[in-house]
């Protein structure tokens, strides 16, 4: 364990801010209704008129085949509401129900950020900490690339998914993470670090590495007390690398069903598995101040660049998502036919968290609309 850190003058005004929150961020004891299929909640003249429409366009969704299945929370001013339609398993018939898990895939980042900002609030960690500082010997420009920077995708580290290198441990189960990592490290970079930003999965890699390390806990336990344990997310979990406790979503994609695959590749950048509800739960806390301190949620929040794909900003394991009524934070993810989105406008208190058992593509068609829709009202 390396010697204890000095405090960075620019992180100090934080962490002095977020110590003020560490006895009241978090709930008294977990608290979670049961999960029930359909619609739930009441919903008033303006809630109802949303509803209804999202409602159609689900149906839609199952209707034209853009997923077998579907889940949708909505949360308005407080008022929450759970829409399913379609299956949990086509080959049963078996309705999709709010309680099934999904693998949610990259919706991992925020959970694994808003941890390692639960360390920098304690002073545990700042996030202009080097790699090097707490991994010595992983990477090449290791003592360049901060805390800051994996969060933010700015530390210039190519994605494994694309370094050939990696591919053969990608293929081994379960997958070695360090051997990934430093596959990915050999890479040439895509910048420097800080000087550009370009979203890869093994910044969050070596972020679960850094967060073991100042821990010394695995990083699923780590979330289990950080974060699901504290929130009452029961369905949450970083330990499974397949779904194989039910109640179950069917993943579907390359005409197969993907439910049973190894996903241990995925881990702190994309290995969580939980149902739709807990998403909610998670970013509902995030949002109002029971994980974090605001002034920490606001660092995540902010953009740290330009454009990155989809969105037009990426902070600290967050995303800014352009909509007709202005921007949602959140993030996005997809793997092996599960897509996953959680987005909130905090302008407006409004969210929402939509799940779906397919390969397709979220940033256009009817599942982008869900979302705008849910986001926006009608």
């Known amino acids: 364990m390396p010697q204890p850190l000095r405090r960075r003058s620019w992180v100090l005004g934080l962490v002095t801010v977020a110590l003020?929150?560490?006895?009241?961020?978090?709930?008294?004891?977990?608290?979670?209704?049961?999960?029930?299929?359909?619609?739930?909640?009441?919903?008033?003249?303006?809630?109802?008129a949303t509803t209804a429409a999202?409602?159609?366009?689900?149906?839609?969704?199952?209707?034209?085949?853009?997923?077998?299945g579907v889940v949708v929370v909505l949360r308005r001013g407080g008022h929450v509401q759970?829409?399913?339609?379609?299956?949990?398993?086509?080959?049963?018939?078996?309705?999709?129900?709010?309680?099934?898990?999904?693998?949610?895939?990259?919706?991992?980042?925020?959970?694994?950020?808003?941890?390692?900002?639960?360390?920098?609030?304690?002073?545990?960690?700042?996030?202009?900490?080097?790699?090097?500082?707490?991994?010595?010997?992983l990477l090449p420009a290791g003592d360049r690339i901060t805390v800051a920077d994996l969060l933010s995708h700015t530390s210039g580290l190519a994605e494994y998914n694309r370094v050939p290198a990696a591919w053969p441990v990608l293929k081994r189960h379960p997958v070695d993470q360090q051997a990934l990592v430093a596959a990915a490290g050999r890479a040439p970079p895509t910048?420097?670090?800080?000087?550009?930003?370009?979203?890869?999965?093994?910044?969050?890699?070596?972020?679960?590495?850094?967060?073991?390390?100042?821990?010394?806990?695995?990083?699923?336990?780590?979330?289990?007390?950080?974060?699901?344990?504290?929130?009452?997310?029961?369905?949450?979990?970083?330990?499974?690398?397949?779904?194989?406790?039910?109640?179950?979503?069917?993943?579907?994609?390359?005409?197969?069903?993907?439910?049973?695959w190894d996903?241990?590749?995925?881990?702190?950048?994309?290995?969580?598995?939980?149902?739709?509800p807990d998403v909610d739960r998670f970013f509902h806390a995030l949002f109002t101040g029971r994980l974090?301190?605001?002034?920490?949620?606001?660092?995540m929040a902010r953009p740290r660049a330009g454009w990155l794909g989809q969105w037009s900003g990426y902070g600290l394991g967050l995303a800014r998502l352009p909509t007709r009524c202005g921007p949602a934070v959140g993030h996005t993810g997809d793997v092996s036919g599960y897509v996953s989105?959680?987005?909130?406008?905090?302008?407006?208190?409004?969210?929402?968290?939509?799940?779906?058992?397919?390969?397709?593509?979220?940033?256009a068609g009817l599942l982008h609309d869900v979302l705008e829709t849910a986001l926006c009202g009608v």
């Open 54 to 68: 999202v409602r159609r366009m689900l149906s839609a969704v199952v209707a034209t085949h853009v997923a077998p």
């Open 292 to 299: 974090l301190a605001p002034r920490l949620v606001d660092e």
């Open 82 to 137: 759970v829409l399913t339609a379609g299956a949990a398993d086509v080959g049963t018939g078996a309705a999709m129900t709010s309680d099934r898990r999904f693998h949610v895939a990259s919706l991992t980042k925020p959970v694994v950020a808003a941890a390692v900002m639960r360390l920098v609030q304690r002073g545990d960690l700042f996030l202009d900490d080097t790699v090097a500082e707490w991994l010595p010997g």
């Open 191 to 260: 910048f420097q670090p800080g000087q550009g930003q370009s979203y890869s999965n093994t910044n969050y890699a070596v972020l679960g590495m850094v967060v073991e390390r100042v821990t010394g806990r695995p990083l699923a336990r780590v979330l289990d007390r950080e974060v699901f344990g504290p929130l009452g997310m029961r369905s949450a979990s970083l330990r499974r690398a397949r779904i194989d406790e039910p109640p179950v979503a069917h993943g579907y994609a390359y005409g197969a069903d993907t439910t049973g």
């Open 341 to 363: 989105a959680a987005y909130t406008r905090r302008d407006a208190d409004v969210s929402v968290v939509l799940v779906a058992t397919t390969d397709r593509d979220l940033r």
């Open 20 to 48: 003020t929150c560490v006895a009241g961020c978090l709930p008294a004891g977990p608290q979670r209704a049961s999960p029930q299929p359909g619609v739930s909640g009441s919903p008033g003249a303006g809630r109802s």
């Open 263 to 276: 996903l241990t590749w995925g881990w702190a950048a994309a290995g969580l598995v939980s149902d739709a």
